[in-house]
């Protein structure tokens, strides 16, 4: 229960975040007081199963996306119980060196708050690439270490891996980009049926994800770092 109710509080929170509205207008039209909703979002007070339904309706979520059931915001894709989550782990220490620890976490962080970014514009096809994109290369990751094991067979991949295939992965990255970049020209014109971007500033970014945003922030101060490096050899 406890999990549950720091996913609704975050979540609640969070979605007033999203819509650009004042903790007093939500708690107006919710038709709670001010302090109760404060309440609510701190996690302080539990609320109502009238209030949960009123608050589903209001952002236009699921019960089980609000309660924290479900990454889903209808309520149709897979359960976030489903999926490993890496705060389950003791004293939140993922197996391995400290370095690969922190790595893990950097990018586990920075990739929720890119797909948090796409799901607030509705746009399905970003989102479809931007994951084939990040598979790909996960996938070239797996591979260059499960050859340098040894002699293995090569039972997870149905190409032999050569540097056709590794060439021929590298194009499936870059046109993902490609048509990732296109899918969010669409939802920049506020196309029909594709959400805006929302905002991506320091400071919605910092009230929208606290926690994730500094990790987010870091892996683009390092890999700022490391291309201008690379720009001025």
């Known amino acids: 229960m406890r999990h549950l109710n720091t996913s609704f509080s975050r979540t609640l929170s969070l979605l007033r975040q999203e819509r650009g509205i004042s903790q007093r207008a939500a708690a107006g039209d919710l038709e709670i007081s001010q302090a109760l909703l404060s309440h609510y979002e701190n996690g302080i007070r539990e609320p109502g199963l009238a209030f949960v339904l009123?608050?589903?309706?209001?952002?236009?979520?699921?019960?089980d996306y609000l309660l924290g059931r479900t990454l889903s915001r209808d309520g149709t894709t897979i359960a976030a119980e489903e999926l490993y989550d890496y705060s389950t782990e003791k004293?939140?220490?993922?197996?391995?060196?400290i370095l690969a620890t922190l790595n893990k976490k950097l990018l586990v962080n920075s990739t929720c708050v890119i797909f948090d970014l796409l799901s607030s514009t509705g746009n399905r096809e970003a989102i479809l690439e931007a994951s084939a994109f990040l598979e790909t290369a996960i996938y070239k990751l797996f591979r260059d270490i499960y050859r340098a094991g040894g002699n293995r067979p090569e039972g997870y991949f149905s190409i032999v891996s050569d540097t056709v295939s590794s060439s021929a992965a590298d194009g499936d990255m870059l046109m993902s980009e490609a048509r990732f970049i296109q899918l969010l020209a669409r939802s920049a014109r506020g196309e029909s049926g594709v959400g805006e971007i929302p905002p991506v500033s320091n400071d919605a970014l910092a009230r929208s994800h606290p926690v994730m945003f500094q990790s987010l922030l870091q892996v683009l101060h390092s890999t700022d770092e490391r291309v201008a490096k690379a720009i001025d050899k």
């Open 54 to 63: 009123k608050a589903c309706d209001y952002y236009g979520v699921s019960s």
């Open 91 to 97: 004293d939140n220490v993922l197996h391995g060196s």
